[in-house]
């Protein structure tokens, strides 16, 4: 039986919300409260920032990162070590890197792992534009810096596989990150520590 208290734009608003990570009916509901009662101060402001972010935010045509420009700031801070890619699964692992300031090299996110339950195989993988930048850059070295899942190290281990038939030396994260770890969910310290140790494969 339908609630009385529904309303189809309340409950528009709490659907949204819950297919943000982290939120579940209840808390989408709390949320969604939380912005009804606080319109002018927080509901009108984060309207309008989402509106803008979703008209101003691009995806890096080099690396894969998101910024207002493209290339991104990462790709053209001309500060930064250009014979360095470490490669990351996802935009919020390169943020945990860039969060623990161990790397100053390039970036490139590959949007995901190789996963046969889901359906994932190379061709879905961002892999092209990586051998792109190695045959194409003075790429010196590439970091596999991918979670140590099942499904990221056989990612890791194709990558690997993949990018031997280039003159590029290939390392991974090392000791610091536990089996089954994922980058986003880890301390900076523990990130530092993987990449400091990491390990040529």
Known sequence: MKSRISNPEIDKLILLISKLPGFGPKSASRAALHLIKNKEQLMVPLAETLLSSSENIVTCEICGNIDVNSPCMICTDEGRSKNQICVVENIADLWALEKSEVFNGLYHVLGGTLSAINS????????????????????????????????????????????????????????GVPVGGELDYMDEGTIAAALSARQKI
Request: no cysteine; charged share 30%.
């Open 120 to 175: 994932i195989g190379p061709d879905d993988l961002n892999l092209k534009k990586l051998i792109d930048r190695i045959e194409g850059e003075k790429i010196d070295e590439v970091i596999l810096a991918l979670s140590a899942t099942v499904d990221g190290q056989t990612t890791a281990h194709y990558v690997a596989d993949t990018l031997s038939k280039h003159s590029v030396e290939v390392s991974r994260l090392g000791h």
